[in-house]
């Protein structure tokens, strides 16, 4: 007697072995099987079982009997049947274990509960993923691609991806480039890593005092001692660079403190690099959304063999999409391509070749342009909130980006983080992004939350706004 339905396989998709054996006849053999098939996870929910006929002829036994296992089945709840549908396995939670009397019930562990409101900084709204334009645009990837593509990928990145990046990095952020100046990356961390952990820069490193921890981790894992620049109103000291031999900034949309380098700094840290023969890491993180002045253009348009521009579409797309790019002085291009290896292991071929049919198409233009006056609304609506609800509360870094600084009592930080996290609101205080090594001369540090208004889905963004203004310290 057979023993699996191989021949069903093409049918439900997957073949099964059955074994019909022990008590009962074939019946009970073949609905035990099935029951524990199930069970066991074998066989998943909404699985389409095969007809009667079907199975009965693959195991080699009677069509009623597959019928009656079925039946069996179907009443107990393994199963269900409906006409023009097929049996299929039921959707239904796994039964628990028998049990021993007295013997405690058992439970699943709790799942773990998100925030009830997530004003963390660094998410864009997910829910406004072109999908549509997405998935057109990998269709045609997908069907024009050159039969190279599904072999290994050059470290650069495709052409197709670093000539479309060529034209719009031109044209919305002022980067001077060609194609071969260009390394595709999966992300500003991946390029961090290249640069750094590859050899291709070493410490030390001048950062601004405020930035990410996680990118002063990697740092250090690598080696690299960073050393905090002094931040005003006009974006990071670069007079007080030292002996260093390159500085990491974020010039169009200073990162959480929010404003831009002043123009006469920019100059300044150029000239600053090409005495020193150094070199500036430029992350663009999210220069495309400004909402009340002409976007800042980017740093490497003043000199681009002493600026490396650093891009991805973590923000403006989403961070599934594992995409970015790094427009490089001539004299590093060689240096990164051998940290990269001499195959791409970072960042999908195919992913490439849709994002640059995306830009090539207009679609990522329509797209920003879309979320930019998404989140310029979203923001309008944080400052009016607190506005009415909490006016003693400073709101800055508003300009630009994703995200704003609110500006709290010295002293209160730490108690309105706490009470936020209490209350389900997700959001993050401002000493997280400090650099430990406090830049001299020391002066008293501001205590503030960095709130980013892109997260929360749009029907929920009123309710996050005023469990917000609830957990903020009183006047």
């Known amino acids: 007697m057979s023993e699996s339905w191989v021949n069903s396989a093409e049918r439900i998709g997957a073949d099964l072995h059955v074994e019909l054996s022990g008590p009962g006849g074939r ?90 409101h997530d004003l963390r900084q660094g998410t864009p709204d997910v829910s406004a993923f072109p999908r549509a334009d997405w998935l057109a645009s990998y269709r045609r990837a997908v069907q024009q691609a050159p039969h190279e593509v599904f072999g290994p990928g050059d470290p650069a990145g495709r052409v197709e991806l670093r000539q479309a990046l060529t034209e719009y990095l031109a044209r919305a952020r002022g980067v001077r480039v060609e194609p071969d100046r260009i390394v595709v990356c999966s992300g500003f961390a991946h390029a961090l890593r290249l640069l750094f952990s590859g050899g291709v820069l070493r410490g030390p490193l001048a950062v601004e005092a405020y930035g990410l921890p996680f990118h002063r981790e990697l740092l250090a894992d690598a080696g690299v001692r960073t050393v905090p620049l002094p931040l005003d109103e006009d974006g990071a000291l670069v007079d007080r660079l030292g002996r260093e031999r390159a500085v990491l900034l974020t010039p169009a949309h200073q990162f959480p403190t929010g404003g831009p380098l002043h123009a006469t700094r920019r100059a300044a840290v150029v000239e600053w690099a090409r005495a020193r023969g150094g070199v500036i890491v430029e992350d663009d993180y999210d220069a495309e959304f400004r909402y009340d002045r002409k976007p800042v253009g980017a740093l490497q348009s003043l000199d681009p063999e002493q600026v490396i521009h650093i891009g991805s579409v973590s923000k403006s797309l989403s961070p599934a999409v594992r995409l970015g790019w790094m427009v490089l002085p001539e004299r590093y291009v060689e240096g990164v391509l051998a940290a990269k290896g001499e195959r791409e292991a970072w960042a999908s071929v195919l992913d490439q070749l849709c994002l640059a049919d995306f830009v090539a198409r207009g679609s990522y233009d329509r797209h920003v342009r879309r979320m930019r006056q998404r989140y310029r609304g979203r923001r309008d609506r944080l400052v009016a909130a607190l506005a009415a ?63 980013g208004y892109a997260t929360p889905a749009e029907h929920a963004y009123a309710a996050a706004l005023s469990a917000l203004c609830a957990v903020l310290p009183r006047a």
Do not use: C, K
């Open 27 to 116: 019946r009970a053999a073949l609905a035990r099987a099935l029951r524990e098939a199930v069970r066991d996870g074998r066989l998943a929910p909404g699985t389409r079982l095969p007809p009667y006929r079907s199975l009965a002829a693959d195991l080699g036994v009677s069509r009623n009997t597959v019928a009656d296992a079925y039946a069996e089945l179907v009443a107990e709840g393994w199963l269900t049947a409906r006409q023009g549908s097929g049996t299929r396995v039921a959707e239904r939670t796994s039964p628990q274990p028998a049990r021993h009397a007295g013997q405690p019930p058992v439970t699943a562990p709790p799942r773990a509960r998100g925030p009830r």
């Open 389 to 451: 609800q909490a006016p003693h509360i400073e709101v800055t870094g508003i300009a630009a980006g994703l995200h704003a600084v609110l500006r709290l009592p010295p002293g209160t930080e730490e108690a309105a983080v706490a009470r936020a996290g209490r209350q389900g609101v997700a959001l993050e205080g401002l000493a997280g992004f400090r650099h430990p090594d406090r830049p001299m001369p020391a002066t008293p540090a501001p205590d503030g939350l960095v709130v």
